[in-house]
């Protein structure tokens, strides 16, 4: 994974955070998660009751650890804005100068 990320300390844009290289694992865990989902519902369909445990649980894990790497990568991207909002100077949005000189 590449440690580059967009200008903006935040998504600015609706779909910025798909192309966000760090969202990675936690799309392809979640999308796991459904594909998971759907096999437990399958198998309990069938009536296979260890599958069905087995499979529920490891769902459940999936989407677990999914949303909680989304949560960490919030957490990163809010500390980022924060830190940049501190360590750099104000602009003007219209004109662009440095506020205060």
């Known amino acids: 994974m590449s440690s ?3 200008d903006a300390p935040f998504h600015t844009k609706p779909g910025e955070s798909l192309a966000d ?3 990675i694992p936690g799309i392809v865990l979640f999308a796991l998660g459904v594909v998971g989902l759907a096999s ?3 198998a309990a369909a069938y ?3 260890g599958w069905t445990k087995i499979g529920a649980l490891t ?3 999936l989407f677990l650890t999914s949303i909680s790497l989304f949560l960490l990568e919030h957490e990163r ?3 980022l804005a924060t830190h940049r909002a501190v360590t750099e100077p104000a602009t003007d ?3 662009g100068e440095i ?3």
């Open 93 to 95: 949005p219209t004109t």
């Open 40 to 42: 437990t519902l399958t």
């Open 77 to 79: 991207l809010r500390r």
């Open 21 to 23: 290289p760090f969202n």
């Open 4 to 6: 580059a990320t967009f």
């Open 59 to 61: 769902t459940a894990l």
């Open 47 to 49: 009536g296979f009751a």
């Open 99 to 101: 506020a205060g000189l």
